[in-house]
């Protein structure tokens, strides 16, 4: 018997190669698919008509879509933003501090969006907001910012808690040595050490609230669909390339988002 321990190695068990393969292959062929018939020249998505831009030209100029796009992109940006500002706090609280009893319950607490369904989730906001429309009367579009924000804290926040548990502390205690109070050790030290995972918080809460359907269908009002919602909307009737069109632009758009973080987090580091 060998006094050395093997190493376990998952990419050296059996069928590992195999089942990553077919794992991939489940997540990424339908997308490729997508993206190709949108290029297709025929109006059918069962046969192929020829490279065309023809569905890119007339998604552009559907003004329901155009409507949709832009209210989307407006409410991803909104909701992430403040759900961005309400993580960084609430990292820099839970990272910066003595364990102490509660704080774990607090990280859970924080996270729950992610544990429970998004259709329980969707509920509970959809009997809260019809109590207050008839309230208020208020029927805009501050329901969807606040159901996005509130779902969004959980993606913005975990970034920034890797990103503050992997920062040199002994900087900030530099800073504190000379005399730097609290705001400007978090101006001059913490802020710019900071950034990428505010960045990469802020990218995927965006990306996050960008695609969201469950609660924005539960949610938003008359007069406010999103372009997620318009295009289930439109799946439940006839598909056409036109979807697929404007499908493949915001999946370019959110790869975008998602490369620049990336990009931006590796200049950083």
């Known amino acids: 018997m060998s006094g050395r321990a093997s190493v376990f190695s998952v990419k050296a068990q059996t069928g590992f190669g195999t089942i990553s393969i077919a794992c991939f292959f489940a997540l990424y062929l339908p997308i490729v698919i997508l993206v190709f018939f949108a290029f297709n020249g025929a109006g059918s998505q069962g046969t192929w008509g020829g490279f065309s831009l023809r569905w890119f030209q007339v998604a552009w100029q559907n003004q329901q ?8 992109l407006q409410l991803a940006a ?9 993580a960084t706090p609430a990292a820099l609280a839970t990272t910066r501090t003595w364990a102490y009893r509660g704080l774990t319950f607090k990280f859970a607490l924080l996270n729950l969006p992610l544990i429970v369904p998004e259709i329980v989730t969707a509920v509970a906001l959809l009997a ?27 993606f913005a926040y975990l970034p920034l808690r890797a990103r503050l ?41 965006f990306v ?21 919602t318009y295009m289930l909307g439109q799946l439940r009737r006839f ?5 697929n069109a404007a499908a493949t632009g915001f999946l370019a758009l959110s790869v975008l988002a998602v490369t620049a973080s990336y990009f931006i987090s590796r200049k950083r580091k």
Not at 65 to 72: G, P
Not at 219 to 227: C, P, R
């Open 65 to 72: 879509i155009q409507d949709a796009s832009w209210r989307s």
């Open 128 to 154: 809260v907001f019809a109590r207050i429309k008839v309230w208020t009367g208020y029927t805009g579009i501050g329901y969807l910012i606040v159901a996005h924000t509130a779902f969004c804290i959980p």
């Open 165 to 205: 548990d992997g920062m040199d502390l002994s900087l900030e205690t530099a800073a504190t040595d000379l005399y730097a109070n609290p705001w400007n050790t978090f101006r001059y030290v913490t802020l710019p050490l900071l950034w990428p995972g505010i960045f990469a918080g802020f990218t995927l809460a």
């Open 208 to 228: 996050i609230s960008l695609d969201d359907v469950v609660i924005t269908e539960f949610v938003k009002s008359g007069g406010q669909e999103t372009l997620p």
């Open 78 to 86: 909104i909701a992430a933003t403040l759900a961005t500002l309400m």
């Open 239 to 243: 598909v056409t390339p036109e979807i």
